[in-house]
């Protein structure tokens, strides 16, 4: 089926779905499969669904934990200590970094994950 004529036939099927009872549901989701083509527990999710719309698919953003001048400068610091795995790497941060600098203390902080699964850049 295409798209708005899929749309009137889930609007009434939907109605007709939530109005009837156990066994009627059955019928009518049998009559919706064999229309769609669609398996039944997705056809049942389909009539169950209250929103009429699709909804958005936005996704939220995470936010970011360090700067971009931060993940250089890690990104520069693992490639000169030869690319070391990340909890070595946490371990080496404090000498390589100089106190005075306000990125050191944010970098201190890096999570292992974090490390771990950033692709700053590859290797060679």
Not at 31 to 48: P, S, W
Request: some cysteine.
């Amino acid at each position: 089926m295409a798209g708005k004529r899929l749309e009137q036939a889930l609007k009434s099927y939907r109605q007709r779905y939530w109005k009837s009872t156990r066994k009627e549901k059955s019928l009518i989701l049998d009559e919706f499969c064999e229309l769609t083509h669609y398996h039944r527990k997705y056809a049942t999710a389909l009539l169950n669904d209250v929103n009429d719309e699709p909804s958005p698919d936005k996704r939220k953003s995470r936010r970011r934990l360090y700067s971009e001048q931060s993940i250089r400068i890690l990104a520069a610091i693992w490639k000169a200590a030869g690319y070391p795995w990340s909890v070595r790497l946490k371990a080496m941060l404090p000498q390589w970094l100089p106190e005075k600098t306000g990125v050191s203390s944010s970098l201190l902080t890096v999570l292992m994950m974090n490390v771990s699964f950033s692709p700053w850049e590859t290797r060679g």
